[in-house]
């Protein structure tokens, strides 16, 4: 089976850097999207970042120009680099991949979540 787990997160200062990562095993025959979600405490879980197969990304607005999505097609693993992390960037943040299996099934797949701490 398919499975995404998350790395990296912890506490950090306000202006401070973290570094997550998400590394997929299983029987993946292509991967058509990965992609970081975040889920503040009594918030709705929200997309951060996303990257296609053909490499191209989207953001957040709200991280734009702090936050970077890149991916290891080796490694099965995508990273999301957050620099200048402000206290709202305090959740818990959820790795997430679309693929398609030896068997030709596409499903959405999650990770178990990682928190993310900024202090002021």
């Known amino acids: 089976q398919v499975q995404l787990v998350e790395s990296g997160g912890g506490l950090v200062q306000a202006g401070g850097s973290l570094r997550l990562s998400c590394a997929a095993s299983?029987?993946?025959?292509?991967?058509?999207?990965m992609a970081w979600y975040r889920q503040a405490p009594g918030k709705q879980r929200e997309l951060v970042a996303r990257?296609?197969?053909?490499?191209?990304?989207n953001y957040a607005d709200s991280v734009k120009g702090r936050f970077t999505i890149s991916r290891d097609n080796a490694k099965n693993t995508v990273y999301l680099q957050m620099n200048s992390l402000k206290p709202e960037d305090t959740a818990v943040y959820y790795c997430?991949?679309?693929?398609?299996?030896?068997?030709?099934?596409?499903?959405?797949?999650w990770g178990q979540g990682t928190q993310v701490t900024v202090s002021s």
């Open positions: 990257i296609t197969r053909g490499g191209n990304t």
């Open positions: 299983g029987r993946i025959f292509r991967t058509n999207y």
């Open positions: 997430a991949a679309n693929f398609m299996n030896s068997d030709y099934l596409t499903s959405d797949y």
